[in-house]
């Protein structure tokens, strides 16, 4: 630069020939042309420039030619900036100074916004008049954008904070003093005078709370605390009551450049309203579970796509399957195989068309039992008529079933019984009247047929009134002793012996022998033992070899018995049925002193 | 019923009607309905035992059953009585069953209690109707 300055035709500026130029000229030029610092002399009153090679890009494309042009000229663009400062420097003398001075510079042809710390110092003459400016500066354009940039995203941080929709705080200090608080902050604490004040003054309920120990430790250890739910009881209005509110929050420690611990942040979110809903919720969903496990049936519901996703407890204890183990379709495999078929094409049925499904069918019991179950089940729909879910119930009603089928059982044997009891009793009035010698004898006859009929059902009935369980079945010693005691009037001295071990017989077997041991007394009492003075008869039985062996002896003191010649009817009916209805064989043994009759029953057919 | 009677006595005639029939009272009725209308009785037997050993041994043109007997049900009897071609008519309680009533659909049930002579005049008129087509 100085082999430029010494080339330049100073003759032809007022300044003139170098060699003419003044010593306070020369001195300032030489501190110029030898700093490294950008440096300028404005000179004369023209304030002609000269420059040194630090200063040279501050003009930018002026340069080289704004060497020894007027200040002027060169900085016409901003000169309504630096004219009255140069111009006071001359006028006063008094050296000036300033930072980040804005200057609008146009540089290649387009003006833009510049930035400079910059110095004027009056350089005096020989005579100590103001004869120049001796300026030094750097441009600090980048620097004052960068902090502009910072302070604009400091502030745009500053309106997120603000306008955050949870609560913030930025607390300085050991005290925990206010630094930053958002408008959710203040309507969270009911308060808005909290800047520069301490958390424990402004916030007095919370001491007693522990929050200021809490805000202390984190302080202290640096260590973040995370809060879920909290509850914090806050005096929202100013003297109003403590209301309580739960809180999400955070105390995060600051730490500012010096590695110091400097605030702490607060964030906090009020979820009051949320926590009590889910409370509410919780409860609800108790007091459903408590209501579907208190009922006896099992309850079970699925998606609109008919997958299984809930049981109650019911479903797990009568299946004694795992939790969960039947969700889906698993289901249909707890059916009995012959029904699992049959169970999907009604529930199929029921998902296409939302009508309700009704089946009865055998479910797996944790027994291994396959018991029968009534299924039901009904859709809900939404507003537009969508189903959203099926509800389900089962119902056992295994139980219920086999009584009902015992009791049609039992209906249809007493109905067979009934009809089977008149064809007899039309038979009975039959043969007796065909029999019978007159009417009398014959109402006689027939009363006491249909008596020893009535009582082998009255002792069937009976067994069955009294064990539900047992299969109609009559002890043969009370039915002996029922139709043969009628027939005997002790006080003309005769006598009745009856003796056998127990034996139990079938509602047939009853009905036969009632029948049978009638006969044999209506004829003793005619012909044999019964018709005499101090006659006896002894029924006497043993078992073996699964054969009832029965003796009837009867015994009479005042005459001579002889063997009818022509078989009665009471003989023939007690033969058939002996040997017919029992499958038995009967024998008499007619000796003078009375007849005994002897039979022959197999076991099996007296169960019948 | 004179005139029924005096139409069965003719029918029944010298026929031969098995009677199979445990319950005595309801046998011995049957027998004397039977032979009151000029039929002849084989039987009464009261199991199915018997009544198979009757067929072996005896002429039979038609019967009377009953279902349910001491020593199993009356198929074999019907069986043993269908290929002997005789006109059978079932008296029971209970009905016949599923299993025979699959096996012989055709044949004429009647319930218990069924008046022995009504039994007695529909097998005569089977019989009389069955007389008077020819044979080959």
Redesign the interface.
């Known amino acids: 630069m100085g082999q430029f300055i010494r080339s330049y035709p100073w003759s032809e500026t007022p300044l003139g020939s170098p060699t003419t130029w003044p010593q306070s000229l020369r001195s300032a030029l030489s501190i110029c042309l030898h700093s490294s610092f950008p440096t300028a002399i404005y000179w004369g009153p023209e304030l002609r420039l000269l420059y040194n090679d630090a200063w040279a890009p501050i003009p930018a494309d002026r340069h080289p030619l704004a060497l020894g042009r007027p200040a002027a000229d060169v900085w016409a663009d901003i000169w309504d900036v630096v004219g009255p400062q140069f111009e006071h420097v001359m006028q006063t003398g008094e050296g000036f100074s300033v930072f980040d001075q804005m200057l609008p510079m146009v540089r290649n042809g387009l003006r833009q916004e510049t930035y400079w710390n910059y110095s004027f110092t009056a350089i005096r003459g020989e005579d100590g008049s103001v004869v120049g400016v001796f300026n030094q500066g750097n441009e600090t354009t980048h620097a004052v954008l960068a902090r502009r940039q910072a302070e604009a995203e400091l502030e745009r941080m500053g309106n997120m904070f603000a306008q955050a929709p949870s609560a913030v705080a930025m607390l300085a200090g050991p005290d925990h003093v206010f630094e930053v608080v958002n408008t959710a902050y203040e309507e969270l604490v009911g308060r808005k005078d909290l800047i520069g004040r301490p958390v424990a003054e402004v916030l007095p309920e919370v001491v007693t709370q522990g929050f200021i120990e809490l805000l202390d430790r984190v302080f202290e250890t640096g260590e973040p605390f995370v809060g879920r739910a909290v509850s914090v009881e806050l005096s929202r209005t100013p003297g109003g009551p403590m209301e309580e509110r739960l809180i999400d929050f955070v105390y995060q420690p600051l730490t500012n450049v010096a590695g110091l611990r400097s605030g702490v942040f607060v964030q906090a979110t009020d979820v009051t309203h949320a926590a009590r809903a889910e409370d509410a919720l919780r409860a609800s969903e108790a007091k459903y579970e408590a209501m579907v496990n208190a009922i006896d049936q099992m309850l079970w519901s699925t998606r609109p796509d008919g997958f299984h996703d809930y049981y109650n407890d019911r479903w797990y204890e009568y299946t004694g399957m795992p939790y969960g183990s039947t969700d889906g379709e698993a289901w249909n495999g707890m059916f009995h195989p012959d029904d699992q078929e049959r169970a999907w094409q009604v529930w199929r049925q029921s998902l296409a068309t939302g009508e309700p499904y009704h089946i009865e069918y055998r479910l797996r019991h944790r027994s291994g039992q396959y018991r029968w179950v009534i299924g039901r089940a009904q859709c809900i729909r939404d507003a537009n008529g969508e189903i959203m879910r099926w509800f389900g119930t089962c119902t056992d009603i295994h139980d219920l079933k086999e009584a009902e089928e015992a009791r049609q059982l039992l209906l249809r044997e007493m109905n067979h019984r009934v009809k089977n009891l008149f064809a007899i009793a039309s038979g009975m009035i039959t043969m007796t009247a065909r029999t019978a010698p007159s009417v009398n004898e014959m109402s006689e006859r027939l009363r006491g047929r249909l008596g020893a009929l009535a009582k082998a059902h009255e002792l069937i009935r009976s067994a069955i009134a009294t064990d539900a369980d047992s299969s109609q079945k009559s002890s043969l010693l009370s039915l002996v002793e029922e139709v043969t005691r009628p027939h005997v009037e002790p006080a003309d001295g005769r006598q009745l012996s009856i003796s056998g071990p127990e034996v139990w017989l079938g509602k047939d077997a009853s009905t036969s022998l009632a029948l049978i041991f009638h006969e044999l007394a209506t004829n003793a009492a005619k012909y044999g033992a019964l018709h005499s003075h101090d006659g006896a008869i002894a029924i006497e039985w043993a078992v073996a070899d699964d054969q009832l062996e029965l003796h009837w002896k009867e015994t009479v003191a005042d005459r001579e018995i002889h063997p009818p010649t022509l078989a009665g009817f009471g003989s023939k009916l007690a033969n058939s049925s002996a040997t017919g209805q029992l499958r038995g064989e009967i024998s008499y043994d007619w000796r003078a002193s009375g007849v005994h009759i002897h039979f022959r029953l197999p076991m099996e057919q007296l169960q019948r | 019923m004179k005139e029924i009677d005096n139409i069965t006595r003719s029918a029944l005639d010298g026929r031969r009607v098995l009677i199979v029939e445990?319950?005595?009272?309801?046998?011995?009725?049957?027998a004397?309905a039977i032979e009151s209308a000029g039929g002849t009785v084989v039987g009464?037997?009261?199991?199915v035992r018997?009544a198979l050993a009757l067929i072996d041994t005896e002429q039979v043109e038609a019967a009377i059953l009953d279902v349910n007997l001491?020593?199993g049900d009356i198929g074999p009897v019907i069986a043993a009585l269908t290929n002997e071609d005789v006109q059978l008519l079932v008296h029971t309680?209970?009905g016949l069953g599923p299993e025979l009533e699959r096996q012989y659909p055709s044949l004429r049930v009647f319930?218990?209690?069924t008046?022995?002579p009504v039994l007695a005049s529909v097998l005569a008129a089977t019989l009389a109707q069955r007389r008077d087509q020819p044979h080959s």
Do not use: N, W, Y
């Open positions: 445990d319950e005595p009272f309801i046998a011995f009725d049957l004397d009464p037997a009261a199991t018997q001491p020593d309680g209970a319930s218990k209690p008046p022995p």
